[in-house]
Nanobody, 118 residues
Framework: QVQLVESGGGLVQAGGSLRLSCAAS????????MGWFRQAPGKEREFVATIRWDIGSTSYADSVKGRFTISRDSGKNTVYLQMNSLKPEDTAVYYCAAKRVGTGWNYWGQGTQVTVSS
């Protein structure tokens, strides 16, 4: 059973940085794509970034390009989201997700709150 556990959220001032971690277990993730999504109050969940575990290719939402970086550490089975130059509009619950290549997002973590104060 795939388990995803996020950590690293918190309260930060605008312009600050946070690094989120997602510890993944239960499978060999070489054929998986890992993603970060977020959901702000009253809004739908939205895509933030993805990384393909085997080749490391990445994609980002336009709203975070140049500020956020997704990475993975295969030895630790952990995916990271480095968030720099944070803005109040980045405030949301951030979720880690996983899917096998060619399928839907089947696995989700419990989420971690990120709050950016102005």
């Amino acid at each position: 059973q795939v388990q995803l556990v996020e950590s690293g959220g918190g309260l930060v001032q605008a312009g600050g940085s946070l690094r989120l971690s997602c510890a993944a277990s239960g499978r060999t993730f070489s054929s998986y794509i890992m993603g970060w999504f977020r959901q702000a109050p009253g809004k739908e969940r939205e895509f933030v970034a993805t990384i393909r575990w085997d080749i490391g290719s990445t994609s980002y939402a336009d709203s975070v390009k140049g500020r956020f970086t997704i990475s993975r550490d295969s030895g630790k089975n952990t995916v990271y989201l480095q968030m720099n130059s944070l803005k109040p509009e980045d405030t949301a619950v951030y979720y880690c997700a996983a899917k096998r290549v060619g399928t839907g997002w089947n696995y989700w973590g419990q989420g971690t709150q990120v709050t950016v104060s102005s």
